[in-house]
Structure formats: structure tokens, C-alpha cells
């Protein structure tokens, strides 16, 4: 951290990680409109989910792990999020789908029921791959992408049993003669195949040509529907055949099949199913998100097609024009006083806080003074069983977090990259020296690990260096043989890879701060709660650059407060003129962080800023504003971080004597937690470690004990409203009505 006086700079480390967790404004600003169910779309909604793990042992594709989970993971969405029947959902899982299954299935359960103005969902998890078209569209290309079907075991190179994309579109094109409200979303990739980093990849090795089976289905397809090949190969230059088209990745990307935690799925099925059902907005906006959301776990950029000549990009997802309340699960079965409850709503930062101990609620909205409470008892994937107090339960209802657990035993999970050889066993002893840190070694050559995996200990390998610059176009890559870290999807940690040559325990020993960094910043993050608390609570970061108008580039905010009924109550820097949310700080402009206190009563702050290697660095409060002028008095330190209620509080403000600027270009993000009592401990530990210094200053090597005393405190205020003292030692809970942890996410960019 560079002191400079009276200019106090935040550095913040390139990488293509980018932002983690980029504003979800629009996800908070659409979800204030979702405060009661309103009536079902009296349209026959149908779906045909299909998703394949079990392929053939061949050398064409490997197995994969999270597809079937992908059509759990939609079947639940659509039944209890948009209405849709369970008979009127048809699944083919591994062996059922196969090319056959497949096809039958679309024209039975698909084209044959459908009615004029009924709503379709076709889901597709599995390998794609690509085949030569002996009619393509596209001079510069002569192929076309395809899916595998189940019983596909031909050799790569040959002649495959792959549905073309040009059958898919046929059958669209029939189903749009019935309804042109479809929706088609295809998890897979349609390029080579195999692993990056701990991601298996989506994408079988490419066949030579497609069968002759396969384009006679196609000429019988163009006699039922009366289309030359001439009128055929004009249709498919417009565009998408009905409806909307949504891919998870471009034609030439890999989509990952990625591993949450304890479960699999596929990064994009997973992140557009837990974004819906908290927000029904339209196709763009949801695609938009997904785009932002997805940056940290995959180089993949999801992509969207609509039937030409209309505006299905701004009409709602899945044709379902019904707000409903935002929730993040449903109960599934009820048996006395115990419920299983699908958790399909948490968001996947924050799924480690969602085992034993957390708490849901009906949604708000739909609940009385006194609501039952389920209590989590366990979770596996995304099913959780729990206790139900105080209060009855019933099928199908939904519920929103009343408080979640963070475990105190919580270890980040470095895995141990075969490139490191003998020495991964020197690195196994010297992580576990470290508190709360796991080493967990790989089961193969193929880089996959039994457990969870946060990060991956690895030597720069020569193949690394080719993946990182054909996958993510990386520049400075590190030096081959030096020792770093990369992320599960195969990306460097900034600022983690030493020299050539490092030998493994002088890594360690370089590499520990940054491990202890990381820690913390998992730690504290599993406290975010912006989408679910109850506080009403707004904050904002803005420009203030030269003589250029002051500029709002990212913001976050409560949307479930009861104190924002609508978004300017909420929103802050309303009046700071128009919005542009770029998300981008130009290098060596001065920002400004805003925060509104929407409550009746005041709130005490704490405020850190976070760069993607995992340093931490102190916002509010520091020297400038309390910690040089308090003393030991606690009611002084806590009033100093006290914001009165219905106030605003910018950090500078006017008459302060620093500005906040960053002199590097990367990511950074800021977290702002809020609570209805002050977090006492964790002053008294950053008034001891601001003795002597002056300014802003990092935490270093005691992160993870200054993170670990705010989430204490935050315990400690969060139990007096939950009444509960018990198995405080296993974990600690955040109550969504005592504490707001909100995050902005921004990119600093060349002036």
C-alpha cells in the first residue's frame, strides 16, 4: 500500500479473473418490484430437460459430472418458480437420451402438444461438438456445431451420430407453426474437448461428418414442412427459427462443467437457474448478468439469438410474464417437524454458509409476525433437511434466508497440481502449518480432486502456458517452472508466481501472506447479504475526476427492507445526475464512496477494499477520520463508526484531509457491512494495528484474524434477535434483520 501523504492510493492487481461479483443492480433494482405472486399465465407450459454425464468409453469425449444435475437444477426451477406442471416436464438423463430418445421426445412431447400460445423450454446438458455441412451458411466456416446424444461411441474423425444444429433448427421451425413462445438453451460447447484446470469441459472431439440417418431426418423434415433447400438455407441465415436461442458459450468457447462445493454442474445452467429465482427479468438483462456473474469461473461468454422480426430479447425469460417474490428455496417434502428444501436460490459464494444452523422464512410478504422458522440441520448439494419451528409447513412453499451459518472451521482448499511432483508432499506439510488452510491432493493426471478446491498449487508447465494464451488470451504469463497459484478454471492468481526455479519450500514461505489474504477474503464474503437483508441500506462508489461531472460507476443496495418500497429510497446518489454504472475508475482519479442509512435507527459501518490477490486493506475507519483521535473508550470507537439514521455519509467528504485513488490498473471490490450494533472487537483489533502507521493502511498476515473477529461480532449482534446461544463454537450466524453486507465490484481502466 503506497503512503503518500494526504493521497492515499488502493492498488489493485491486474488479472483475468476481472471483478468478482460485478453489481447486481439490476437484479436489486427489478427485484423491488416482486412484492406479491400475481395470477399464473392461464397458457399450458412444456419442457423437455436433457442432460447426459454417462457418454461411451470412446477417445472422442470423456464423462461428464454436472449435466444431470443441470436438469434438476431447471425441473425445479420451472415448477416452482414459473408455474410450470411436473407432468408437463419431460427428462432424458444418460442412457434416455439418446439420439433417438431424443428426437422422439421433441416431436411428441414438444410439437405434438403444443398450442397456440403455450410456452416451451428445451434444455440440452452434454458434449457438443462440430460436423462438416455439406450446406454451410457461412463461407468462412464449414461446419456446423452439433450435440451428442447418449449413444454416440463413434471415433472422432469419422462419421458421428451428432444432432446438427440445422435439425434443431427444423424442429424449431415446426414448433413455431404451434407457439412462438420457445425458449431453447443448449449447456455445451462446440469445440476440442478434455480439462482446463479443475473444469472439465463440454466439448467432444469433432466427427468428420454427420450421418446418413441424420440428413434423411433432415429431407423428411423439409417435405413435412414444405421447404426447399433453397428456402431452408434462407430461413437459417436470419436467425434463430423460434422463438429464443440461448447458448452458454461462443461457438469457438469451452463451457464449463464446474464443481460447487460438494455437487456439479454446469457453470452457466447453475448461475442463470440461481439468478432466476431471484429475478424473472427479460432475456438481455438475465444474459447480461449471467455474462458478469460467470467471469470468476470460466473464460465463456454466454450468447442469445431471437426470431427475426421480433422483440423476444426484451420480453420476459421464459415468456412468463408473472413477477413473483424473490426466494431462495422451495420445501419439497414435509414429514412431522422436518422439511426437505431445495436450495436453488443461494447464490454460490455463499453456499458454505447454508449447512447447520441457517435459518429460512416464508417470503416476505406471505408471513405473520411470529414466522415459522426452518432451521437447516444438514445439506448435500443443493437439498437440505431442517427443523421446523414455530410453526407450520407445506409443500411447495417458498422461503427466503432469515440467517446463515458460516462454519468455524471453514479451510480454504488448495489442491496440489501433479506438475509439482515429489515436492507436493513438502507443500502438503507446509499448508497445514497454516491455520485453516487444506492441501488436498489431485486423483489424476486429469487434475480432478474429491473435495472442494478454492485455489490450485501448480509450477508453470508449458502446457499451462499454451492454455492460458489459447483460452484466456493472457499476457505476462509467468515463467515456465516458476511456482504460483491458479484458480479452478485454469486463471493466475495475481502476484502468486515467483521465478524460475523457486524452490518449493521458498515458495511457501513467499506464497503465505497471500494464502492467509485469500482465507480472509473467503471468510468475509460468506457474509454477503445484499439480496436478502432486511436493513435498508444503500451504498455507492462515484468518480470525482478533473473538471468532469462526478460520475456513478457501481452501486449496491437492499432491495428486501421494508424501507424501500421503491428504488429511490434505496438507491443512493439519486441526485448525482445520470446513472452511466460502467463500473470503471479511470487510473489515478480520485472516488468517493457513498452510504445511506434507510433504517429508523442508527447503524455502525465497517468498510474494506479487496483486490483479486487477496489483500485487504482498511477503508472506514481509519487514521483520517477515528482511529488516530480515539481513545481506548469503547463508546468513542463505536461512535466513530456510527452513521445516524436516515443519513448519508460520503467517505471523503468535503472537509477531510485524503482522497481515495488506485495507481494500478485490475479489479477491485469494496465491502461495506452494516449492522444495528457495533462490531466492538474488531475495532479494538484495528485500533492496535493502526497504532504508529498513518493513513489507509492493509492488514497483511493478520486478514484472517481481523476478518475472523468482524464475523465474531457480527455473531454476537446476530444471536440477540435469533435467541439463540447454542453451538456458537461450530458456527457463526448472520441474522438478515441485524446485518447488511453489501459488495461493489469495479475495474480500474488507463485514464
Not at 449471467?290 to 420480453?315: A, E, F, H, T
Not at 410474464?321 to 422451495?330: F, H
Not at 491432493?441 to 501448480?458: E, F, G, W
Amino acid at each position: 500500500m503506497s503512503k503518500v501523504k494526504r493521497r492515499q492510493f488502493l492498488q489493485f492487481a491486474g488479472s483475468a479473473l476481472a471483478t468478482i461479483g460485478l453489481s447486481q443492480l439490476e437484479l436489486q433494482r427489478q427485484g423491488l418490484r416482486y412484492r406479491q405472486v400475481l395470477a399464473q399465465n392461464p397458457s399450458r407450459k412444456l419442457a423437455l430437460l436433457v442432460g447426459i454425464n454417462r457418454y461411451p468409453e470412446s477417445n472422442r469425449f470423456g464423462r461428464l459430472r454436472g449435466c444431470v444435475q443441470d436438469v434438476e437444477l431447471q425441473k425445479n426451477l420451472l415448477i416452482h418458480r414459473f408455474g410450470f406442471n411436473k407432468n408437463d416436464i419431460k427428462t432424458l438423463t444418460d442412457a434416455q437420451a439418446s439420439r433417438k430418445g431424443i428426437l422422439e421426445a421433441f416431436e411428441q412431447h414438444l410439437i405434438a402438444q403444443a398450442q397456440p400460445g403455450d410456452v416451451v423450454v428445451f434444455h440440452f446438458s452434454g458434449h457438443g461438438s462440430f460436423v462438416t455441412d455439406p450446406s454451410p451458411i457461412d463461407p468462412n466456416s464449414p461446419f456446423n456445431s452439433t450435440f451428442v446424444p447418449a449413444d454416440d461411441a463413434s471415433p472422432a474423425g469419422g462419421v458421428v451420430k451428432d444432432i446438427m444444429g440445422q435439425t434443431l433448427f427444423l424442429l424449431l421451425y415446426a414448433l413455431r407453426q404451434k407457439t412462438e413462445n420457445v425458449t431453447v438453451v443448449l449447456d455445451s460447447c462446440h469445440s476440442g474437448g478434455g480439462t482446463r484446470g479443475e473444469i472439465l469441459v463440454r466439448a467432444g472431439e469433432p466427427g468428420g461428418s454427420a450421418s446418413p440417418e441424420e440428413f434423411e431426418y433432415q429431407k423428411q423434415w423439409l417435405t413435412r414442412l414444405n421447404l426447399t433447400k433453397e428456402q431452408f438455407q434462407a430461413e437459417r441465415r436470419k436467425g434463430a427459427a423460434a422463438g429464443v436461442v440461448i447458448a452458454s458459450a461462443k461457438s469457438d468457447q469451452q463451457a464449463a462443467d464446474y464443481r460447487f462445493g460438494d455437487f456439479n454442474a454446469g457453470a452457466f445452467t447453475y448461475l442463470l437457474t440461481q439468478y432466476l429465482w431471484q429475478e424473472t427479468s427479460n432475456v438481455e438483462s438475465a444474459i447480461a448478468s449471467i455474462k458478469n456473474r460467470i467471469r470468476p469461473l470460466s473464460v465463456q461468454i454466454p450468447q442469445y439469438d431471437v426470431q427475426p422480426g421480433s422483440n423476444n430479447k426484451n420480453k420476459p425469460i421464459y415468456f412468463q410474464d408473472q413477477p413473483i417474490p424473490p426466494a431462495e428455496a422451495v420445501v419439497l417434502n414435509v414429514q412431522g417437524n422436518e422439511a426437505t428444501i431445495w436450495m436453488g436460490g443461494i447464490e454460490q459464494n455463499s453456499l458454505d454458509a447454508f449447512g447447520e444452523g441457517a435459518i429460512l422464512t416464508p417470503v416476505i410478504g406471505t408471513r405473520g409476525a411470529n414466522p415459522t422458522q426452518f432451521e437447516l440441520t444438514s445439506r448435500q448439494g443443493l437439498i437440505a433437511t431442517a427443523t421446523i419451528k414455530q410453526g407450520s409447513a407445506q409443500q411447495g412453499q417458498l422461503l427466503q434466508e432469515f440467517a446463515r451459518a458460516i462454519p468455524t472451521d471453514w479451510k480454504l482448499g488448495i489442491g496440489l497440481d501433479p506438475s509439482l511432483g515429489s515436492d507436493a508432499t513438502t507443500a502438503a506439510r507446509e499448508l497445514q502449518q497454516l491455520n485453516r488452510t487444506e492441501a488436498i491432493a489431485s486423483q489424476s493426471a486429469r487434475q480432478t480432486y474429491a473435495d472442494k478446491v478454492h485455489y490450485i498449487l501448480s509450477r508453470m508447465s508449458a502446457a499451462y502456458r499454451r492454455q492460458l494464451q489459447e483460452y484466456g488470451g493472457a499476457t505476462n504469463i509467468p515463467a515456465e517452472g516458476s511456482i504460483g497459484l491458479f484458480s479452478p478454471a485454469l486463471e493466475v492468481i495475481p502476484q502468486s508466481f515467483g521465478a524460475a526455479g523457486e524452490g518449493i519450500e521458498a515458495a511457501m514461505e513467499r506464497l503465505s501472506p497471500t494464502l492467509r489474504g485469500l482465507l480472509a477474503t473467503r471468510i468475509i464474503k460468506l457474509t454477503l447479504n445484499a439480496q436478502s437483508s432486511q436493513l435498508g441500506v444503500g451504498a455507492s462508489i462515484s468518480v470525482l475526476w478533473r473538471n468532469r461531472p462526478i460520475t456513478l460507476i457501481g452501486q449496491s443496495f437492499t432491495p428486501r427492507s421494508s424501507n424501500c418500497d421503491v428504488p429511490k429510497d434505496c438507491e443512493p446518489g439519486v441526485s448525482r445526475g445520470e446513472k452511466t454504472l460502467s463500473q470503471e475508475i479511470p487510473l489515478g482519479a480520485p472516488f468517493q464512496l457513498e452510504i445511506v442509512n434507510n433504517e429508523q435507527e442508527a447503524l455502525y459501518l465497517g468498510i474494506l477494499a479487496i483486490d483479486t490477490s487477496g489483500e485487504i486493506t482498511v477503508l472506514f475507519p481509519n487514521h483520517f477520520h477515528e482511529l488516530a483521535a480515539i481513545s481506548d473508550d469503547e463508546i468513542k470507537e463505536s461512535e466513530a463508526t456510527r452513521i445516524e439514521a436516515n443519513s448519508t455519509r460520503l467517505i471523503p467528504n468535503a472537509n477531510d484531509d485524503f482522497v481515495l485513488a488506485s495507481e494500478e490498473l485490475g479489479a477491485g471490490e469494496i465491502l461495506v457491512i452494516a449492522s444495528q450494533e457495533p462490531m466492538v472487537e474488531a475495532l479494538k483489533r484495528l485500533r492496535g494495528l493502526s497504532r504508529g502507521r498513518k493513513g489507509l493502511f492493509s492488514l497483511g498476515e493478520r486478514s484472517a484474524d481481523v476478518m475472523n473477529q468482524f464475523i465474531s461480532d457480527i455473531d454476537t449482534i446476530s444471536r440477540g434477535t435469533l435467541g439463540v446461544k447454542s453451538r456458537e463454537e461450530y458456527y457463526k450466524q448472520v441474522s438478515t434483520a441485524k446485518i447488511a453486507a453489501l459488495s461493489i465490484s469495479f475495474a480500474v481502466v488507463p485514464d
